[in-house]
């Protein structure tokens, strides 16, 4: 991994929902591989015992603690400002927090016999297991979503004061386009473009839109299937975020290959 590190200057990053999972691997691949990074947490009491669990490793040192809620605007507003007191520029954004959207019946989960079959749990009777509501719908596409792009639009100034910039948004492949019900909204966010900020809010409003009226498939229902260690799923995330410079962008990847939103 050190020859893809574009530069030996010092570097710093911010990793969002790294109390633990993969946004947790990532900040300990991230510092042992010499970069500072912001591990940040919504809850205080979760991200300093993370930072703990650090303790008296040779890496600890590159590791620094700030609150943040992805769906809260002046906690993102208040990180910006100690990443420009402190740092004075950013130069790698990790948006990992996110949550599933669902609410998990876990004894139901454990009976299915889930985990013994395909990776895609396609072998599964997800009804009974899970239950999608519109408020969990709401509070999945304000975290997972415009969570991510608030950090980003946050962050832009900070990350171009960097000479080598790079935000990685951590998705999953159930997130691709195949998984999307509505031909209507699949042909919106496949014409790239023609994509805006604004008709990818059309089609969030109109997918929360049906949602409310019951008209929706209830079918991609996000569920991770969780078949890597937190080490190698965290792997991937940190192999971009310290890409060289003329390094991939705008591309989705699946582990190490770059895949089609489709
Ligand atoms: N695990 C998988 O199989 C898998 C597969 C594909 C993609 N992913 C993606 O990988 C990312 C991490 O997943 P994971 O499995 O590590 O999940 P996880 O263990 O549930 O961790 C999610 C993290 O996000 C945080 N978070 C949730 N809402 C937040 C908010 N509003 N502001 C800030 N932080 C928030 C959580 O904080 P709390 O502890 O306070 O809840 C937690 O630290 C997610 O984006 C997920 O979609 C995971």
Redesign the pocket.
Known sequence: MAEEISSSKKRYAIV????????YGICRQLASNGITVVLT???LK?GLEAIESFKGLDFFDNIVFHQ????DPSSIASLAEFIRIHYGRLDILVN????GGVDVDVDALRASGYGSGGPDGSHIDWNGILTETYDLAVECLQ??YY?AKRMIEAFLPLLYLSDSPRIVN???SMGKLKHIPSEWAKGVLNDSGNLTEERVDEVVNEFLKDFKEGSLKAKDVNF???HLTVEE?AESPVRLALLPDDGSSGLFFVRNEVSSFE
Do not use: Q
């Not at 943040?68 to 769906?71: A, C, E, Y």
């Open positions: 969002t929902g790294a109390n633990k999972g993969i946004g947490a919504r809850n979760r943040l809620d992805v769906v990992n927090a996110g949550i975290t997972n969570g951590v998705s999953s991770n299937t969780g799923g």
